[in-house]
C-alpha cells in the first residue's frame, strides 16, 4: 500500500482492514504510522545496507596499499540494491517503495533516511574520498547527491527505458552502464579547476 499509493495516501484505517487486525494491535507493536513504515523499510534496507559494507570491506581488504577503485566502490554500492530490486518479487515491490518515497515531500523518508542510511553514506564517502584525493569533499558530496538520485531512477524506471528503445537497452545491462556513468562523473575535474584552466589558457 505504501508503494502504490505513497506514506500520505496509506490511512492505518486501510492498513488494518487488509491485514485484518484491530487498531489497538497496530498501536501495540507500532504507534504510529511513521513507525511501522520505517519497520517496513528496515525490514529490506537493514540486510542491503549490510551486504553492501561486506562487499566494500571484501574491496579494502583485497585491494593493494592504494585502496579499490572508484568502479569497485560503485559496485558494491550498486549491486545489491540492483540485485534484491530486479530479480526477487519483493524486491522489485521494495524498489517500488524506495522510489516512491523518494519524490514524496514529506519529512517522513527524510528523517527516516538520515537516522539508518548516513553510517552507510559516510561509510563511502570515506572510500570514495580516498579513492578520489584530488575532488574537493563539497564536490565529493554533490556527486555522491548526484549518483543517489541516478540509481533511484534506475532502479524505478529501467523496465521503461527498455520498452522505450524497443528492447535495445536492457535491464540486465543497468549495473555495468550505472557503474560506467557514475564513475566517469566522479572522476570530472571540478569547476574550480575548470575555471583556473579556462584562466590559463586566456593568460
Sequence with gaps: MFA???FAGTSLRSIIGAANVNL???HYHFKSKEALLEAVVLRRLGP???QRLDLLNECERRAEKGGPTVEEILNAFVTPAVT?????AEGCLFGKLLG???WE???SFAILARKH???LFQRFQAALSKALPGVPAEQLLWRMHFAIGAMAHTLTSSDTLEVVSQGLCRSSDAVPELI???SAGFRASSPVQRRRKLSERRS
Design 4 to 6: 502504490d499509493q505513497g
Design 24 to 26: 489497538a494491535a497496530v
Design 48 to 50: 542491503l545496507n549490510q
Design 84 to 88: 534484491l530490486i530486479h530479480h526477487t
Design 100 to 102: 516512491r518515497l523518494h
Design 105 to 107: 515531500t514529506r519529512p
Design 117 to 119: 542510511f548516513n553510517p
Design 180 to 182: 560506467d556513468f557514475l
